[in-house]
């Protein structure tokens, strides 16, 4: 199929499609989006600078502080293009009105409209679970059409990526918070701080609170009694996030591991952002005229995400398009990853 005009301005659907985000998809605070001018990728690594400089006198130089570096980690941003066709009452209603009723023009903004929300909302979905990878392992691993697996790993140091001696066990709650307690250790090594978050799943969350239990057993423990604990020994509040979602075959699973906690700096202290980048429709969108005259995209606003409708005369087909490149990208690497709490 060709890219055709299904209505004469499809600028308004491409902007608005690139706004729509799934609320349960909320791993993108941690890394949100960007816009970038190109197709590739290359970790600039976001250091926390914890240097200090020796004071000097009047008149003399100023003092030279290293500057973070650049991680050889590049790469091409993969490419995300889910489709939907529009089905034969559509195509049925055009062939009717188009034709039979000689030249009366079919409205294809809803049908438009909704195809594009659902391929939008599949180019953000596809991108959580990478950004679910990013934060629990630090590897995105992208799985091509042919099979072929492809990894991309921003380096995050073997020491802080921790796996439990053993699966967390209620009976044993001196353990279960030792291990949350050394893991946060690690982290303030690395970071030089609290860690704000500590990304985790609900059912991490009820064994931490049963665990309380135990140590309390003669008063009744909830995720009140757990957060006040965990405050009053300065460790952070563990927040849950179970989004599943379904791949290619139908299966669902996770998105953020189960028997894994991530922490973090802050909700609202991004680790990096999700790059998208140009595609080639976009750039066809950005010198091709519509009906109207005028172009779908500007210059500026070719990189990101673009909707293409695209169809054939014979057979007639019509299919609403949508055409990313994309990765997240993990520019501050100071996380520390505690795995293996449950059993597999």
Known sequence: MQIIDLVPDLRPTILAARELRDARNSLARFLPYANVPAITYRLGRRKRLDQTVAVRAFGAPAVPIRRPGVVDVRGELPAITPIVNLNEVDLNNELVLA?????LQVDWQPALTSAAAAVALTVDNTLEV???QVLSTGIVSLIAEDGDVHSVDFGIPAEQKITAAAPWDI???????????AAHEAYMDVAGDRAGVALTSEGLITILTSALQVLYPQQPVGTDQLSAYLTNRRLPVP???DRKLEDATGARTRVFPEGTITFLPGADDPVGRTEMGITQEAVQQSSRQQPNGQTALRAAEVPGMTIVTLGNEDPVERAVKAAAVGLPVLQDRDIVILSGLVAP
């Open 130 to 132: 990478m950004r679910g």
């Open 239 to 241: 927040v849950a996030y």
């Open 99 to 103: 034709q039979q009723l000689a030249g």
């Open 171 to 181: 009976t044993d709650p001196a353990a279960v918070f030792a291990d949350y307690a």
